[in-house]
């Protein structure tokens, strides 16, 4: 992929990291981001809401690409192809309106017809499904309308607050993924240096 940065496989602002503000986890995440240009065509129609048009208007919670990038520092998460499935299936399921068929739809075409360095192997399609449920689950407002912009300057843990993300939902969420995928990196650091209350 054009300008991939390798960064991105690396990248990661745990949960944990609650006091780092929302704008402060945007430069860091723009420090290694691809530009816009990069992402390729399929991507852009599946997930830009740009082309909300049937059939794809059956895809909630499409975001533009800024909007999705500050949703992966709200979740906690990282740039890794599991990382991206879960965001945009918690970003899908947050609007309390994905359906079912819809669901599984994208996820077939993610898993089948994204290039390579985008196509959700078995286990990040497993876990896009996992997070369209648990944000269905969720008592936080719908993720594609927030308005991230009077955020920028409050810590992470307080943007969750204010959005009605449980930190503790998606923890347990974590736990979970990472026993599944115990040979995965992107999800056994969910919950490396975590402790118990």
């Not at 740009?50 to 499409?62: H, I, N, Y």
């Not at 079912?100 to 898993?111: K, L, P, R």
């Not at 736990?175 to 118990?196: F, M, S």
């Amino acid at each position: 992929m054009p300008g991939y940065h390798p960064g991105l496989k690396t990248f990661f602002l745990p949960l944990r990291e609650g006091h780092v503000t929302l704008r402060e986890g945007m430069e860091r995440l723009m420090a290694i981001g691809n530009p816009q240009g990069d992402v390729p065509w399929i991507v852009r129609i599946m997930e830009n809401p740009a082309f909300d048009v049937p059939p794809l208007s059956l895809f909630r919670g499409r975001v533009t690409l800024e909007q999705h990038d500050y949703i992966h520092l709200l979740l906690g998460r990282g740039t890794t192809l599991m990382d991206e499935a879960f965001i945009i299936g918690f970003t899908m399921g947050s609007t309390k309106r994905m359906r079912t068929s819809a669901t599984e739809f994208f996820g077939q075409v993610a898993s089948r017809f994204y290039p390579k360095a985008y196509r959700f192997p078995p286990t990040a399609h497993r876990v896009f499904h996992d997070a369209v449920h648990l944000a269905a689950i969720s008592d936080c407002q719908p993720l594609d309308r927030v308005d991230f912009t009077p955020l920028m300057d409050y810590p992470l843990r307080e943007v969750r607050r204010r959005v009605g993300l449980e930190e503790s939902l998606l923890q347990a969420y974590y736990e979970l993924e990472a026993k599944r995928n115990p040979r995965i990196a992107a999800c056994r650091r969910l919950v490396e240096g975590v402790t118990a209350a």
